[in-house]
């Protein structure tokens, strides 16, 4: 934390407990049910020189490339913020979480981290506790609706590690949309990032939440997302995985009121000898809930990925829709899709429905699209690109959905000339 | 100018022998109609052609105006003229039937060459109206949750925008209600030009009420069997197949 900066006495304590926990827990270890498939050695940050490397802001800013006027623009490169610009009315409070640490103590002593984790890296949500410096806090009151979009972009520059943290609370029938985009300065140095966004939907408000992960590909992340869902308040995770050599993305989304609904949403386009990892659980506390989980995997290369689901239905959480899909479209015959979805219902009248599928690219695909004149390379790129719009689609806002799909068609050009 | 097809033979990959010397030209400006039975070959004549990887042809030749289109790859094929009509078009998901016609019409483009979008939309609107599809199919996923008519309709759609040369409809008229037959119709007859040639492959003579064909012929065990002006398809509808007298078709 920045040295001018007085912690509010919570969270120093909080920061003592989770040094002390992250240092007595266990790393993972092959076998452990939740890092099945899972290539641990990723978890071995040695190779992390830990010195900054001097990076120009003004390059940066000017690079952080985004949406067109959003309603506030962060800039940080290795935590500190480097660049701000807000247009929201008073009410709502947009701030670094250094700045909410002193202005809104109480508010954000109320919502942050307050989960457990739990699906495996309990051990890194603690040192991320420990070490948190910085980020975004967006508290968005009653009745307030933000029709525009709030972005952050999270610069790592040199061996180091961040510990971006995006916490958004909103307020009964509110509205927020929040972009992180996470970059590496250069394309050689390996960076690690432990990212956390606790996202707390309140009654009947609208909450959508885009994660980016467009690091180098010798950057590692380690990214947890743990939402919370009250009654008919609607949240919205999605997360874009194009970049890093490893990523690891841990969602929960828990159901707490009757007409929550949230939908889990990714996309990931790993390529050559990337790896990302994505473990989720739709815990359905409240009855007469619903999520829907869809994640698409398009893999080039040598690369891997795993996905392991859950969803988990409480004993009281009667009338409980949920949805679970992954799917793989394996682009070459070297390419590794591991897919565990799961289902535990312990409550009555309930849908649900869990899948995952792994399938190539048809020749007759191919045909039709050849057949139109368009060349093989060209007709696998826009039916790979269209299998991931089907998620993209979902965003329903343009210039989110224009802004994912040109990492998305960027990562597909890199493809193309390799 | 001709599309010419001589002594075309083709095997599926296990070697069962399809097209056992098809011999047939269309000449620019003219609309040929093969008919035949289930199982003759009409279908992989056209997937052939269209140069279907399936199929090996195993002797014979394709030329269009002259050029042996025969060791051409699929894409190759189609940038040089010929556009094949699909009977059961694919399914293309998060591809806009738009984005879909507009990527067809760029790979016929000298590199670094752009589409003009606003003479691109131009052109497609008016093409889809006269073929009545709603704007709102530029940007629906191709032929994603179309009907069995919508798609049939959507072919003939990137048909007009593509101008090819020569195009094979196959089947066209399969799974089209009467309305959706006229209007499928009207965009073939509106492609009708002395420069282009079509061939229809078609189960029934009803489609030929609608698209007056020069000449008619007929497919069976992979041959074409019997040539004829339009009175051969009423000939055939009247008496069906076994008039033909084939025994290998009883």
């Known amino acids: ?418 | 100018m001709s599309l010419q097809i001589n002594n075309l033979h083709a095997t599926l990959e296990n070697g069962t022998e399809i097209l056992k010397g098809v011999n047939l030209e269309i000449p620019a400006g003219e609309i040929h109609a093969i008919m035949g039975p289930n199982g003759s070959g009409k279908s992989t004549l056209s997937k052939v052609i269209a140069g279907h990887e399936s199929y090996v042809p195993t002797a014979g030749h394709v030329l269009l105006d002259g050029i042996d289109i025969s060791e051409m790859s699929i894409d190759e094929r189609s940038r040089a003229g010929i556009f094949l009509a699909f009977q059961y078009p694919n399914e293309v998901p998060g591809v806009s039937n738009a984005n879909f016609i507009r990527a067809a019409l760029q790979a016929r483009l000298p590199k670094g060459e752009e589409i003009d979008a606003v003479a691109y939309y131009k052109s497609l609107y008016e093409k889809m109206d006269l073929l009545e599809m709603d704007r709102k199919f530029t940007g629906r996923a191709v032929n994603e949750g179309f009907s069995g008519g919508e798609k049939k309709r959507n072919e003939i759609l990137q048909m007009m925008m593509l101008s090819p040369k020569y195009c094979i409809l196959d089947e066209t008229d399969s799974g089209l209600d009467i309305d959706a037959l006229k209007i499928v119709a009207k965009g073939v007859n509106a492609m009708r030009s002395p420069e282009r040639g079509m061939l229809l492959i078609t189960h029934y003579q009803r489609l030929l009420d609608y698209i007056k064909p020069d000449h008619v012929h007929v497919m069976a065990e992979g041959r074409i069997v019997k040539s004829g002006g339009p009175e051969l398809a009423l000939e055939l509808e009247e008496k069906g197949y076994d008039f033909l007298k084939e025994p290998a078709l009883a």
């Open chain 1, 1 to 418: 934390m920045s040295s001018t900066t007085t912690l509010p006495t919570w969270l120093q304590a909080r920061q003592q407990a989770a040094q002390q926990r992250y240092e007595s827990t266990p790393t993972p270890k092959r076998g452990d049910e939740a890092w099945r498939f899972a290539n641990i050695k990723q978890l071995n940050f040695e190779n992390l020189t830990g010195i900054p490397a001097p990076a120009d802001p003004a390059d940066l800013i000017s690079r952080s490339v985004g949406i067109e006027n959003p309603v506030a623009k962060f800039v940080f490169l290795n935590d500190e913020l480097i660049h701000s610009k807000i247009s929201l009315a008073d009410a709502i409070i947009c701030l670094p979480l250094v700045e909410a640490f002193e202005k809104h103590s109480d508010l954000v002593e109320q919502h942050f981290m307050k989960q457990e984790t739990r699906l495996g890296s309990a051990k890194y949500a603690a040192l991320h506790e420990a070490s948190v410096r910085n980020g975004v806090f967006v508290h968005v009151p009653e009745n307030q609706i933000i029709d525009g979009t709030i972005e952050v972009h999270h610069w790592i520059s040199g061996g180091v590690t961040i510990f971006p943290h995006t916490l958004i609370v909103t307020g009964k029938s509110s509205k927020v949309r929040v972009v992180d985009i996470f970059h590496s300065a250069d394309t050689e140095t390996s960076g690690l990032a432990i990212a956390f966004n606790d996202l707390c939907a309140g009654q009947n408000s609208r909450l959508d939440y885009i994660a980016i992960q467009a690091l180098n590909e010798v950057s590692r992340i380690i990214s947890i997302n743990e939402t919370s869902t009250a009654r008919d308040a609607r949240a919205k995770g999605f997360v874009l995985n194009t970049g890093a050599a490893w990523a690891r993305n841990e969602s929960l989304s828990r159901l707490e009121g009757p007409g929550a609904h949230s939908d889990m949403l990714s996309v990931s386009i790993p390529a050559r000898e990337q790896e990302y990892d994505q473990r989720t659980f739709q815990h359905h506390v409240s009855e007469g809930a619903y999520s829907d989980l869809l994640y698409k995997n398009t893999l080039y290369g040598h690369s891997k990925t795993v996905f392991s689901g859950l969803i988990f239905v409480d004993e009281k959480a009667h009338h409980t829709d949920a949805y679970q899909t992954c799917r793989n479209l394996l682009m070459t015959d070297d390419c590794e899709a591991n897919s565990m979805p799961g289902l535990e219902i312990n409550a009555d009248q309930v849908k649900c429905s869990h899948g995952s599928t792994s399938a190539q690219i048809s020749d007759e695909e191919i045909f039709y699209l050849q057949a139109r004149g368009i060349d093989p390379v060209r007709a696998r790129q826009l039916i790979a690109r269209g299998f991931s719009v089907e998620v993209v689609e979902r965003l329903e806002d343009e210039a989110v959905e224009s802004l994912v799909l040109s990492y998305i068609d960027e990562k597909f050009n890199g493809i193309a000339k390799d």
